[in-house]
């Protein structure tokens, strides 16, 4: 039935209510007479005029109040203060005119205790309404799954509203480590210690874990994640406290744990004058500003206000994208950068002179590659065009125009490669380190140029965490091409923000790594995933399990763990996070000879030339894993 009653028109449901509130003040009058008389009331005489006056004075101070707009199965502290409000005012009305008129048989102590009966009924009523409405007593022994809240706070108190409101869970209550908290309820609903919670997930056959700590650490979110890593719940979380910085939780704010949430670090805090430098004021170019690297650095560089930021992509779809966002990003943060949403291949020399020559950057971050390794292999005559020639050509029209810097995004994939896409990304690094050099020795050119080189970022393009959670939701299994595979994970903003402070510490010819801490196992992380899905792995040890994990076989040209340095001991930086590389390189004069070779092979998609110029070149490269 309150399905009906929610599809009535909305004057219905006011005039309803405001029937209620009259027949309510009649209640409330009878009771505060039977009360003071000490009988059960008939009025007599003028006392009528008493039951005629409270909804005559009630009605148009609760309109007054907005109680007539509120939704009911919506209402809660704010509401009820209204309430109060509304009826103190009527309370002082009602009172000032028995005062005033003194009508024989109507006691004056009517005017206060008449407002509190009528307070207490209102009060009900409206509670009433919200819980019927809310359709909580249809829906109690109707829940799909059993919920407890890690996190006791004001984030988790709101989120417990509004999962109230889905009719999809059951709150069983909240878990915390504040011992203030602990042994205490919250609207009713008990609060339990954090250490108590496997038994908790046991007693009271939990379903479902929600995470809403918005303020707590990386580190602190890992820890809690690691212990609920082998119990049969679903984990799920709220976003950052930005995220929720309007004060108010709602369902569709619960999402699936973000990877950095398993994987990630609290990120050293950016050093403001490193990240500024060469941007402020300036023409800055990023390409390849549409992909997962490229689009968020613009997104940092538009922060530190530059003059004007050129955004360089082949892929119409992603510069629409990034360019939209970042005038929304402008406008939200009121700066006038200009945006120059350009489309354009690297691999076209002529378009890259006039493009550097017309716009003037100072700074010129070139993140445009190829990178999905097996499509590279497939392709290397492409990648070897892209990835080599495109950085020759953007290089040689960053000095013709004078840029004062430029920075190379590079891969941990450079390093021993044996794959096409590593090889070509470490003879990148070579025509970089080869033109610094040059530029040295002749001082023909003011550019200084500089690379970075770090792992997997987290939810990049190709990333195998977006792959993973796609197999999840689909049933499994989960494909991994060997058990004992790893890889170094960052987060995007963070090797971003990394890329940007190494680019300003560049003097020329820098081969700077940034410090990916530990490396992460891919089968273990595949585990953690089903687990914190609330599913369990299906293996022959437990063959009744939900998710499979598949061993494909590795792909070609595919390492079972990737490396950051070629050489050894890497020089620290002012970054704790940045280190630099000493890698060997040749001269211009001698890596132009083979770059040639390498060009004219390419442009046959001779693989059998393009992988003797990688062996001869590229230190430890190898074309079988």
Not at 143 to 168: D, N
Not at 321 to 335: D, T
Not at 425 to 442: D, F, H
Request: with cysteine; net charge neutral.
């Amino acid at each position: 039935m309150y399905l009906k009653v929610l599809a009535w028109p909305r004057i219905y449901k006011r005039l309803v209510v405001v029937a209620v509130d009259i027949t309510l003040a009649f209640i409330a009058t009878w009771f505060a007479f039977s009360l003071r008389l000490d009988v059960f009331h008939r009025p007599v005489g003028l006392q009528w005029a008493v039951y005629f006056l409270t909804p005559f004075l009630a009605v148009p101070i609760f309109v007054k109040f907005g109680l007539y707009r509120a939704i009911f199965r919506y209402t809660g502290q704010a509401a009820l203060i209204s309430t109060v409000k509304a009826i103190a005012v009527y309370g002082l009305v009602l009172l000032a005119i028995l005062l005033s008129t003194q009508w024989p048989m109507v006691p004056r102590s009517l005017g206060v205790l008449q407002p509190l009966l009528f307070l207490i009924l209102v009060g009900a009523s409206r509670a009433i309404a919200r819980f019927w409405l809310a359709g909580l007593t249809l829906a109690a022994g109707n829940k799909s799954g059993r919920l407890l809240i890690f996190g006791a706070g004001t984030a988790g108190v709101q989120t417990a509203a509004a999962v109230s409101m889905e009719r999809q869970l059951k709150l069983v209550g909240f878990v915390d480590d504040d011992s203030h908290k602990v042994g205490r309820s919250i609207n009713g609903v008990p609060v339990w210690a954090s250490q108590d919670l496997p038994s908790l997930v046991t007693r009271y056959e939990v379903t479902d874990l929600l995470l809403a700590m918005p303020n707590a650490t990386r580190e602190r979110r890992k820890q809690i994640i690691a212990s609920l890593s082998k119990l049969p719940v679903h984990v799920r979380t709220l976003p950052s406290m930005a995220d929720l910085a309007s004060g108010k939780v709602s369902v569709k704010d619960i999402h699936e744990l973000d990877i950095d949430d398993l994987l990630g670090r609290t990120p050293v805090p950016p050093k403001a004058d490193l990240l500024a430098c060469d941007l402020r004021g300036q023409v800055v170019m990023v390409t390849g500003a549409g992909g997962s690297i490229g689009g968020e650095l613009t997104r940092n560089i538009v922060l530190q206000s530059p003059k004007q930021l050129v955004l360089l992509d082949h892929n119409e779809f992603g510069l629409y994208a990034i360019h939209q966002e970042l005038e929304a990003l402008c406008q939200s943060h009121h700066l006038s950068v200009e945006l120059v949403p350009l489309l354009g291949s690297v691999t076209n020399a002529e378009q890259m002179q006039a493009v550097c020559i017309s716009y003037q950057p100072a700074t010129v971050y070139h993140a445009a590659a190829y990178k999905h390794v097996p499509l590279v292999e497939s392709n290397p005559g492409v990648g070897v065009i892209n990835n080599v020639f495109g950085t020759l050509n953007v290089a040689r029209a960053a000095q013709a125009s004078g840029v004062k810097r430029f920075v190379l995004v590079s891969t941990d994939k450079a390093v021993r490669p044996t794959n096409v896409m590593g090889a070509t990304k470490r003879m990148a690094e070579l025509v970089l380190q080869a033109l610094a050099e040059e530029s040295k020795i002749t001082g023909n050119s003011k550019t200084c140029f500089s690379m970075v080189r770090f792992g997997n970022v987290l939810g990049s393009s190709g990333s195998v965490v977006p792959l993973f959670r796609q197999q999840l939701e689909g049933g499994g299994p989960i494909t991994l091409t060997h058990k004992e595979v790893t890889r170094y994970f960052m987060t995007i903003p963070e090797a971003a923000q990394l890329v940007l402070q190494a680019g300003a510490m560049g003097q020329g010819g820098d081969v700077f790594v940034l410090d990916m801490g530990e490396p992460v196992k891919i089968m273990d992380l595949a585990q953690r995933m089903v687990q914190l899905s609330g599913l369990t792995v299906k293996d022959s040890a437990y063959p009744e399990g939900d998710i499979e994990i598949a061993v494909v076989g590795l792909r070609p040209g595919e390492k079972l763990y990737e490396e950051l340095l070629i050489g050894e001991n890497p020089e620290p930086t002012e970054h704790p996070r940045i280190m630099k590389a000493h890698e060997d390189f040749l001269e211009w004069p001698q890596l132009s000879e083979h770059l040639h070779e390498l060009k004219l092979a390419a442009q046959g998609d001779d693989l059998v030339v393009m992988k003797a110029i990688f062996q001869r070149l590229v230190h430890g490269y190898g074309s079988s894993p």
